[in-house]
């Protein structure tokens, strides 16, 4: 496997214990706006080629969507680029609305 996944309830709690986590949502804005996790940072997946050389292939990342499938695609892109420290979130915010935050819209 070129990345590693992550529960929504393994995330939750490095979050829950104040670890630095750069959680990158993928999805598109009006998917975002419906329904989203707090701090994570919208760099939706139709604009990969306009935001991926930015990023710091040594740093940490969690790339979340919303069952897993676009994420999954970004972290394989990323890895290919050299990328080594990504998490897909598995299950994406659907999971994260079912296991973590009910608060947190489904759809």
Same mark, same amino acid.
């Given at each position: 496997m070129l990345y590693h996944t992550i529960t929504p309830t393994e995330l939750h709690e490095r979050m829950k214990?104040? &670890?630095?986590?750069?959680?990158?949502?993928?999805? #598109?804005?009006d998917e975002h706006d419906m329904a989203s996790v707090e701090g994570a940072e919208l760099l939706p997946l139709s604009r990969f080629? &306009?935001?991926a050389d930015a990023l710091d292939p040594? #740093?940490?990342?969690?790339?979340?969507?919303?069952?897993?499938i676009r994420s999954g695609q970004v972290c394989a892109l990323l890895a290919r680029q050299g990328f080594q420290k990504l998490y897909n979130l598995s299950?994406?915010?659907?999971?994260w609305s079912i296991e973590v935050d009910r608060g947190v819209p489904r759809y």
């Open positions: 214990r104040g &670890e630095p986590v750069r959680l990158i949502d993928v999805r #598109e804005p080629n &306009e935001w040594a #740093e940490e990342m969690i790339v979340m969507c919303h069952h897993g299950g994406g915010i659907d999971a």
